[in-house]
């Protein structure tokens, strides 16, 4: 039963920041991407960024220019760093490990979820 396991999630206020953090099991290979997602109640799961194995990163407008998605493929984890918060950023985040299987066949792995809240 694998699981990613997440950290970093707080309140902060507005124009402060977070980093995220998020662990993937040694077992894990063939890595396809790395990405985080975030769901605020009520609303559907949004993608937040993605980096690839070749090193390419990918933002939602919302995010781009504030936060930026890295990875430390020696330890297997993906991080997020969030600057420049504001309170529409108020969300459960998700990290997501894509691996590849036989084939065209992908899996999903999930994180357990981490809490970023942002009030003044």
């Known amino acids: 039963q694998v699981q990613l396991v997440e950290s970093g999630g707080g309140l902060v206020q507005p124009g402060e920041s977070l980093r995220l953090s998020c662990a993937a099991p040694?077992?894990?290979?063939?890595?396809?991407?790395m990405g985080w997602y975030r769901q605020a109640p009520g609303k559907q799961r949004e993608w937040v960024a993605t980096?690839?194995?070749?090193?390419?990163?990918n933002y939602g407008d919302s995010v781009k220019g504030r936060f930026t998605i890295s990875r430390d493929s020696a330890k297997n984890t993906v991080y997020l760093q969030m600057n420049s918060l504001k309170p529409d950023d108020t969300a459960v985040y998700y990290c997501?490990?894509?691996?590849?299987?036989?084939?065209?066949?992908?899996?999903?792995?999930w994180g357990q979820g981490t809490q970023v809240t942002v009030s003044s």
């Open positions: 980096i690839t194995s070749g090193g390419s990163t």
């Open positions: 997501n490990v894509k691996i590849r299987q036989l084939y065209d066949l992908t899996h999903d792995y």
């Open positions: 040694g077992s894990i290979s063939s890595v396809i991407a």
